[in-house]
């Protein structure tokens, strides 16, 4: 759960698009290249161009709360969710750190993926900015778990539906690169080429959550970019 204040400079931006909005919530399309939160950088996030749209559009004097619940890494694209008062962060929060959201992602891979579905299972040991797969468990290596769909192939590529069901670093993209599949465009887990926008095809689709203050169920969808590689399938129902 994190707030950042806003640092002077503007971080408006009109491409932000709004996919669920209410007085606890507030869920938002993450182009793939755009930061959630800051980093030494220094870029505009996510974050900081939400909260300057609530402030303009409620005219609100100061700073804006908004409560960072979860995260994408900064090439991958799709559903980000904040919480607008403390109370649905903290609730939030916990609902992410039990697993209790239900996440489902989209990725194209390289290569023709045999099976139609399967599970990956492996270990996953963190090094700061950069994780790795491991034989078994260690003190710092935890169990990585995560179900797959394979949608359709085309030409040496395959778009799969994911769904993880642990939260561990980069786990998608590792356990993909790991089984010879390594998402489009990712150099970091064994792609050849990048995407001309250094963007990766990996994303954030569906994201299903309780309300934190209202007995209902939160879904959110937005569809993946239309650029390469991603307009290869787009024919495809997902």
Known sequence: MRDTSNTGRSSYDPRLRVL???NHLLGVYKPGGWLVQGDRTGDVTLLEVAKEYLKRKYEKPGN??????????RPVSGVVLFARTSKAASRL???FRLRRAEKTYLAVVRGRVAESSGEL?????????????VPGPTDRAKEARLAFRRLATR????????QPSTGRHHQIRLQLAGRGHPVVGDLKYGAPAPLADKTIAL?????AVKHPVLDDLVILEAAPPDSHPWSVFASIDV
């Open 20 to 22: 669920h909005e209410d």
């Open 64 to 73: 804006v709360f908004l409560g960072l619940v979860h995260r994408l890494d």
């Open 93 to 95: 929060t916990n609902e």
């Open 121 to 133: 299972t492996g270990y996953i040991e963190r090094a700061h900015l950069r994780s790795r797969m």
């Open 155 to 162: 030409k040496d590529m395959s778009l799969l539906e994911i």
């Open 203 to 207: 994303h954030a689709f569906r994201l």
